[in-house]
């Protein structure tokens, strides 16, 4: 029996625009409530003030497959926030992580 592929998983690190920080959390709070329909779950989220350069949040996802990532990055309730998005959030950087056992 072939094993099965292991999950993907990526680290997210978004900066939010001067004086949005808590507009983009709650953006956030929207989006990722959408992971877990696309078979997704995040493994990790955690909110700084942004101080010195650093990310505003720092999350950690987990998808089966590239199919579920793409899901969720074309889910219509995600993209029909993207004037939302686009107000709050300055950078966001994210990368394929192997989580640490």
Known sequence: ???ANPPIEL????????????????????VLALV???GGEVVSRVIGDGADGH?????VHRFPD??????YMADP?????????????AETILFPVSIAK
């Open 1 to 3: 029996m072939e094993a």
């Open 11 to 30: 680290c997210c690190l978004l900066r939010a625009r001067p004086g949005a920080e808590q507009e983009m959390t709650a953006y956030e709070d929207k």
């Open 36 to 38: 877990p329909e696309h």
């Open 55 to 59: 990310p505003h949040e720092v999350q």
């Open 66 to 71: 590239q199919a579920a990532i793409d899901a």
């Open 77 to 89: 309730r995600r993209l029909a926030l993207a004037g939302e998005r686009d107000r709050t959030v």
